[in-house]
């Protein structure tokens, strides 16, 4: 069965090299990352992969440009594979730049299709829905059509550590992708300046504890009447046994506001990391690291709202700052501010375009040499 690991825009191929190192073969495309697998292969990616949304089974791909097009397309497929009789499918949609716009007909005509496929297999006239979800997705992006099934349910940022959002947190997916774009290793000390709830802090705990993010949720497809649930159990039994509780963290951080430090403390308490990761109160331009090669890896406020610009300059120029102030040291920012680097009075060694949701960034490293 052919999958696609869903990814922010930006991270796709970050996302192919994590299927990658879970041994599949993987391809990147714009939105994610493609590989085939069997539905306890697709348990395995939502276990492991770090920095995805979604594993989607691809039921079909399809030109359409008028509604019968998409009805007949539909019918086609054999959802009767994997919807049993009693089966809640809900369907959702999305068209982008495509001549069928309205993603409420496209999703009412795919759902009246699926009904149809499904009346002619199990000859019956009405389908009570009563039973497991297996969430049906209907994507047209310039009039391809895709039908995809959700193996995962809650998205896959959804780690089981946060319980509020705070103010602009990162998603857990984008932090787990900025530690791997950071470059850092775990004997190296990681610090974040404006670690507000943590996320950065917590991730980088993941990598380093060899820690599956998936290891403590459940994913939808465990309920399925077609998955193996012995074969899941077995992938989580081995993912536990490769958790490495007791590492040795390198891992610190610090915020100016005590509500978002508050926060922080708690994530860390729910995500086991309480007693093993240092956060304080500080601003960052008190922060003095007595460490060789510090990375630090931060999301600072951009400064998107008017009147928040001149605070965002401030905070560039003080990251600057703290670079300069630790040898050898290197500061990866992901930023929306296109003056961040003036601001730093640095300019960037690497850059690379992110979204942060739907805000274009870059992320930004630099190093003092
Ligand atoms: C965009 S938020 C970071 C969100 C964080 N990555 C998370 O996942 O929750 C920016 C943080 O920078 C902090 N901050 C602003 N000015 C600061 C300063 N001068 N020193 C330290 N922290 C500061 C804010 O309190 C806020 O928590």
Redesign the pocket.
């Known amino acids: 069965m052919e999958f696609m690991a869903a990814a922010a825009f930006g991270l796709e191929g970050i996302v192919k090299q994590e299927l990658l190192d879970l041994g599949f073969e993987a391809k990147a495309e714009q939105g994610g990352a493609r590989f085939q697998a069997d539905l306890t292969g697709a348990f395995l990616a939502n276990l492991h992969l770090a920095c995805a949304d979604r594993v989607l089974l691809i039921l079909g791909e399809r030109k359409v440009t008028s509604f019968e097009e998409l009805f007949e397309f539909v019918l086609s497929l054999p959802f009767e594979q994997h919807l049993p009789k009693d089966a809640n499918f809900p369907v959702s949609g999305n068209c982008v730049r495509s001549q069928l716009m309205s993603v409420r007909d496209c999703q009412s005509i795919t759902k009246k299709a699926i009904v149809e496929r499904l009346k002619r297999k199990y000859k019956v006239g009405w389908f009570p829905e009563t039973g497991n979800t297996y969430p049906i997705t209907i994507t047209i992006h310039r009039d391809m059509a895709r039908v995809t099934l959700d193996t995962s349910g809650d998205a896959l940022n959804k780690r089981g550590y946060r319980t509020w959002v705070?103010?602009?947190?990162?998603r857990e997916t984008l932090?787990a992708a900025m530690v791997r774009l950071s470059e850092w290793t775990p004997e190296q000390m990681i610090y974040?300046?404006?670690?507000?709830?943590?996320?950065?802090l917590i991730e980088a705990a993941f990598l380093a504890q060899n820690r599956a993010p998936g290891l403590h949720r459940a994913f939808i497809m465990e309920q399925w009447h077609n998955s193996d649930r012995a074969a899941c159990q077995a992938l989580r039994e081995e993912a536990k046994a490769l958790y490495i509780k007791d590492a040795p963290l390198h891992i610190a951080g610090?915020?100016?506001?005590p509500e978002?430090l508050s926060?922080?403390k708690k994530h860390l308490r729910q995500a086991g990391l309480a007693d093993k990761i240092t956060v304080q109160q500080?601003?960052?331009?008190d922060v003095r690291l007595n460490e060789p090669r510090v990375c630090f890896v931060?999301?600072?406020?951009?400064g998107e709202r008017i009147g928040d610009q001149k605070?965002a300059a401030?905070?560039a120029q003080?990251l600057g700052k703290l670079l300069k102030s630790h040898d050898q040291a290197r500061l990866c920012a992901i930023t929306a501010d296109h003056s961040f680097e003036r601001h730093a009075r640095q300019r960037a060694d690497k850059r690379r375009r992110l979204y942060n949701g739907r805000l274009e960034c870059e992320f930004l490293v630099f190093e003092n040499r």
């Open positions: 705070g103010e602009a947190p990162l932090a974040d300046p404006c670690c507000g709830t943590g996320t950065l610090s915020d100016v506001d978002a926060l922080c500080m601003d960052l331009r931060t999301n600072p406020p951009y605070k401030l905070i003080d």
